[in-house]
């Protein structure tokens, strides 16, 4: 039997490309997007592939929770969390509503669609789940001279990062593996919707971000980051990550006790 794989945000970009890499590799596809006449012409294109098209808007109650029965009920082997909003601006011109939708996009869509899918893929023994975050997830202690400022956006991508890595400590020893992808710049529609101009800036194919992700499934990497040559730069942060969590204490840091 085929494998089944479902990649949300499979219209364009980063998940059209994992959905075009999982069909040639023989799955079969359940492929969600916000435009249907999208889906439409990616099944046109793959007339030899099983795909299935949904038509969900994550940013939705009702979209989140049609994705989630689907998740709960489909015996996935492959689930990838690609769906995003940019919406880069400073959270005190990012207006209430983009705020929530990037929230529900990137933090409550992905929260529930996992939490349907780890489940039945435990129970089965094998299954996969790959998260799409970003380099930003770590910009977090960078200055003002680093533009756009998009606080919400970054710390979404950080809230996947460490969820996935926590879910992966989970889903250890139950054929569950949990990655999570850290794309840079990628050549994709993604910041010319919104009026970005990336063109003289260095980009990265959105088929070599699939190639590299994938890869560092194989590899056993939890976070992937197909930009950085040397891996033991994300290995330092994870440990200094660590060692901040460990030398917490009861006592009140010395450096607070001190009056002014």
Known sequence: MSKLALVTGATSGIGKAFAERFAADGYDLIIVGRRQERLQEFVSAHPDAGVRTVTADLSTTEGIHTLAEICATEPLDMLVNNAGVSHYMPLADLPADKAQELVNVKVLAPTQLMRAAVGPMQQRGTGTILNVAGMIA??????KSVMPRR???????AYLVAMTQTLATEAEDSGVTVGVVCPGVVATEFHSSQGLDMS?????SAEDLVAGALRGLELGE??????????????????ADLAAFGGQSPALATRYTNSY
Do not use: C, H, N
């Open 138 to 143: 770590f910009s977090g202690p960078a200055d």
């Open 151 to 157: 606080a919400v956006y970054a710390g979404t991508l």
């Open 200 to 204: 003289s800036v260095p980009r990265m």
């Open 222 to 239: 939890t976070v992937i980051a197909p930009g950085v040559e040397d891996y033991q730069l994300l290995q330092d942060v994870f440990t």
